[in-house]
């Protein structure tokens, strides 16, 4: 195990990495914690849970709504949960946006740590402070910044992960090859899906990657006013896809990402050669690239995305990859850019 601190504005939080679950009441005892999970790891990993008090919820992204934080608040009351509480999110993105936009709210904040079980929770969701639900089919609408104490990361929860949440965490892995480091993007070029799958040190590496990747972007902005909306590459369109088609998140940025690369030919002379290496290494892990949607019914969706400012909408292009930007495109041009993808 290794333990690195991360500081964010006011707060210092532990990262314990390649570490095993069991460590998990050296930080919190069991006593002063509750557990919060979804169905299906309760089903999966039940040994997690003896012995600690928890809390099980729906899984799924329809779960991540007010319903369901008012089903969490009722049980952390039943159990006389009190500010001295720590509430520990055991899951994927859902699991960890909801401990903590709970953990943010009950009696105006508790301690909250998390260990997320999903690649995609392992190298983005969980880090960064952003805690949300949606409001109907507007994605994370709803929220509030506020960083965990701690996460704790065990690879071998990984094993019982479905094809499908590999590929959904490869997305995200992706994203931040895009717009920040080349390297990866190259180094996923030569490796796969399986070669990470099967390989711990591999894995543990790659992870550790794009923890450093992700916190470094937030440290550095962590109340969005710049370069964290970088981490936004693919999820204009990607959020409208997945709310209308009701595609994975993964699998919904991974056809953003294109559509952004080439609004970025466009507009920042981004290379048709590096859209075409895009596309191989999204298919290379499982992602895919392109469906036929409803432009009007997108486009209505787009507009009213939180990235709107008045009448431009702040998109985020590649001039290269392992360099995006954040570039404002009018509206105007913006639907038509979208009229243009086929
Ligand atoms: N807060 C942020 O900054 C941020 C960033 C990116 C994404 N997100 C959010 O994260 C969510 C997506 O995260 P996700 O893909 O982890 O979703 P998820 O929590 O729905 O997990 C996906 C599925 O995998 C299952 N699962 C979790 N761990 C497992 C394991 N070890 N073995 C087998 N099955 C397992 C879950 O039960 C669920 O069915 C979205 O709601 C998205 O908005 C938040
Ligand atoms: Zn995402």
Redesign the pocket.
């Known amino acids: 195990m290794r333990i690195k601190e991360i500081n964010f504005s006011g707060k210092k939080v532990g990262f314990y990495l390649d570490a095993g679950f069991e460590h998990l009441e050296k930080i919190v005892p069991k006593e002063k914690a509750i557990l919060l999970t979804?169905?299906?790891?309760f089903s999966?990993?039940p040994h997690l849970f003896s012995g600690w008090n928890t809390i099980v919820i729906e899984?799924?992204?329809q779960h991540?709504q007010q319903s369901t934080i008012d089903e969490v608040i009722g049980q952390l009351i039943e159990k006389e949960a009190d500010r001295n509480t720590y509430l520990i999110g055991v899951?994927?993105?859902?699991?960890?946006?909801i401990a903590?936009f709970v953990a943010g709210i009950y009696m105006r904040g508790i301690s909250f740590g998390f260990v997320?079980?999903?690649l995609?929770?392992m190298v983005?969701?969980?880090?960064?402070g952003?805690?949300?639900i949606?409001a109907g089919v507007y994605?994370?609408l709803i929220g509030l910044i506020r960083q965990p104490d701690f996460l704790l990361y065990d690879y071998s929860?990984?094993?019982?992960?479905?094809d499908q949440?590999w590929a959904?965490?490869f997305a995200?892995i992706i994203k931040h090859a895009c717009i920040k480091k080349q390297g990866m993007f190259e180094d996923l070029n030569k490796h796969s899906l399986d070669y990470y799958r099967n390989n711990h040190a591999a894995l543990a590496s790659l992870v550790e990657e794009n923890v450093i990747i992700k916190t470094t972007v937030v440290q550095n902005d962590e109340f969005e006013q710049g370069e964290r909306r970088l981490l936004n590459f693919g999820h204009t369109l990607g959020h409208a896809i997945e709310n209308i088609y009701e595609l994975?998140?993964?699998y919904a940025i991974s056809i953003g990402m294109i559509c952004a690369a080439r609004f970025s030919e466009n507009i920042k002379g981004f290379k048709t050669t590096d859209t075409d290496r895009l596309k191989a290494l999204l298919e290379k892990y499982a992602l895919p690239t392109a469906i036929s949607f409803d432009k009007e019914k997108i486009w209505g969706l787009i507009k009213l995305d939180k990235k709107r400012a008045g009448t431009t909408m702040r998109y985020i292009l590649l001039e290269s990859i392992g360099n995006g930007v954040v570039h404002e495109i009018p509206l105007t041009q913006l639907e038509e850019l979208l009229g243009q993808i086929s």
């Open positions: 979804d169905k299906r790891i999966l990993h899984g799924g992204e991540k899951g994927g993105g859902v699991v960890t946006d903590g997320p079980t999903t995609l929770a983005d969701a969980a880090i960064g952003k805690n949300g949606d994605k994370n929860l990984l094993k019982t992960l479905p949440e959904n965490g995200e994975p998140h993964g």
